[in-house]
């Protein structure tokens, strides 16, 4: 009775956003939107926070097949176990029956509070994680095993009243396979950067099947929870040069802390033991290129950047209390969330540096003050991102959904359009295929649906949009609004976020 309950409130969603896609968005109607918010958030899937949500594709939705996950053998496991990192089953869980469950309800019971594990969300991992589309494999390509099938009742979130206030797209899917890293590069230029020279040391290693190499060590198939060589973090670069796991920027703030004796304000060449070499400056034709060019005012506003920056730039000897620190005081900055960081037009000692790239104090300044840009991108810090492993749920939901109030009193509100999204699923499962075939698929993604809120006076009201996006569709409502060059990468048949629109 509560699945065919389900399926009629999605029916009923589907159809009512039926009614309202009705009428395209034409240019003219665009125009009247003069700023465009994009807040990213980390890693969480579309499932795991909004898969109760009424009127969705939920998990009501999901097949047996969907939700049943198999080992490496092909077979369905016979029950599911949470692994701890150090490769053993972790004794705080119970085992738990193959499928996905709510991490907020018996037998786990675990607080949205608490800082609770992270699931491995890696490029290779993810590709066999999702398995050409069947997704039954998220339980043995995880670190973690069964935690990456759970799920929570989103309604407890400050910002699932935004997305019943206004449209959430229940069809986004994020823009590449993997993690952090590479989806924020997406997100600015659709682009995968290029590490030709990569140290042998920081390319995956796949077998003759073109998988990730097995460790030896690695469980029983029918347990799930593989070990691999190319873990944490190997397997950074491709074989043939591109750089798809987290790799430091050039530039501070850096993982890589300065040469002794070098430029404060580049990460050591040589690169560290754990982290291995920066990346070298990329050159790509990014978003912020394109907005440029037309004149167009843009800034990339990063919660802890200023601190981070003075942090970045303390002699190598000294220990850092900003970047990647979880001491109290610290806002965890997380530096490879910082895409334009990575080129170099926007190096130490630019122009382009110093009037694009800011803290997020200046972005609530300019929020309150009514001078935001015509397009601003809000990276909130480690603190307030939502990221599990390092920081909790709920404190980056209250932090968020702060962030829409202030966007709301603005001076610019009525003319305003803001997305709030996810990088990437942070390892979490979702019954969804990706998206695939000709305008769609290549050998970077798109990956895993993650939640995407559309917030604006334009938004239609108390609406699922089920139209097909993927991160590059930001890229491509941007492109479309202001009139910028084309940037190769953004996927065809991804749309570009007017499904969600309504002019009056």
């Not at 092909?74 to 972790?90: C, F, N, R, S, Y």
């Not at 193959?98 to 309800?105: H, L, S, T, W, Y």
């Not at 029983?220 to 798809?244: N, W, Y």
Request: charged share 20%; with cysteine.
């Amino acid at each position: 009775m509560k699945r065919l309950f389900a399926l009629v409130l999605a029916l009923a969603g589907a159809l009512v956003f039926a009614g309202q896609a009705a009428a395209e968005v034409d240019d003219r109607q665009l125009s009247r939107i003069e700023t465009i918010v994009v807040i990213y958030a980390e890693n969480r899937s579309f499932d795991h926070l909004y898969g109760m949500f009424p009127g969705a594709n939920g998990i009501a939705n999901a097949t047996a097949a969907q939700k049943t996950q198999t080992g490496h053998d092909g077979k369905p496991l016979a029950q599911i176990t949470v692994w701890g990192h150090d490769g053993k089953a972790d004794p705080k869980f119970p085992k738990l029956a193959n499928g996905p469950f709510r991490i907020d309800a018996p037998p786990v019971s675990r607080s949205l509070g608490d800082v609770l594990p992270s699931p491995i969300h890696a490029y290779f991992h993810h590709i066999e994680q999702i398995n050409g589309g069947r997704n039954d494999r998220f339980v043995a390509m995880s670190t973690v095993g069964a935690w990456t099938m759970g799920y929570i009742d989103g309604s407890v979130m400050k910002l699932w009243t935004w997305a019943k206030d206004y449209t959430l797209a229940d069809n986004f899917f994020m823009g590449a396979f993997g993690g952090s890293f590479l989806n924020h590069q997406w997100l600015v230029c659709a682009c995968t950067p290029e590490f030709k020279n990569a140290p042998e040391a920081m390319r995956v290693r796949l077998g003759a099947d073109g998988k990730l190499e097995r460790r030896p060590e690695s469980p029983p198939a029918e347990e799930g929870a593989v070990r691999v060589f190319s873990a944490g973090l190997g397997g950074q670069i491709t074989r043939d040069g591109f750089a798809v796991n987290t790799t430091q920027p050039p530039y501070q703030p850096s993982g890589i802390p300065p040469a002794p004796g070098g430029d404060l304000n580049l990460a050591d060449p040589k690169g560290t033991k754990t982290l291995n070499e920066p990346l070298p400056p990329q050159t790509a034709r990014t978003i912020g290129d394109t907005l440029t060019a037309k004149n167009i005012s843009w800034a990339w506003y990063a919660g802890g950047y200023s601190a981070a920056l003075a942090d970045g730039r303390r002699p190598p000897g000294e220990k850092r209390k900003v970047i990647y620190s979880r001491e109290p005081e610290s806002p965890i900055f997380q530096p490879h969330h910082q895409p334009f960081n990575y080129f170099a037009r926007f190096a130490p000692g630019t122009a382009d540096r110093e009037r694009f790239l800011k803290d997020g104090e200046d972005f609530v300044r300019d929020i309150e003050h009514g001078t935001l840009p015509q397009v601003a991108f809000y990276k909130p810090a480690g603190r307030f991102n939502q990221h599990p492993g390092y920081t909790d749920l709920m404190s980056g939901d209250a932090h968020i959904a702060g962030i829409l109030e202030k966007l709301r009193k603005s001076p610019q509100w009525p003319r305003m359009l803001v997305i709030v999204t996810y990088d990437e699923h942070g390892g979490f499962w979702d019954h969804v295929p990706p998206p695939s075939g000709p305008g769609w698929g290549d050998r970077w993604g798109p990956g895993t649906r993650i939640p995407a809120i559309i917030v604006s006076p334009f938004a239609k009201k108390g609406a699922v949009d089920s139209t097909s996006y993927d991160t590059t569709s930001i890229i491509k409502l941007i492109t479309r609004r202001f009139d910028l060059e084309k940037l190769p990468g953004v996927r065809e048949k991804a749309g570009d976020l007017t499904g969600a629109l309504e002019f009056r």
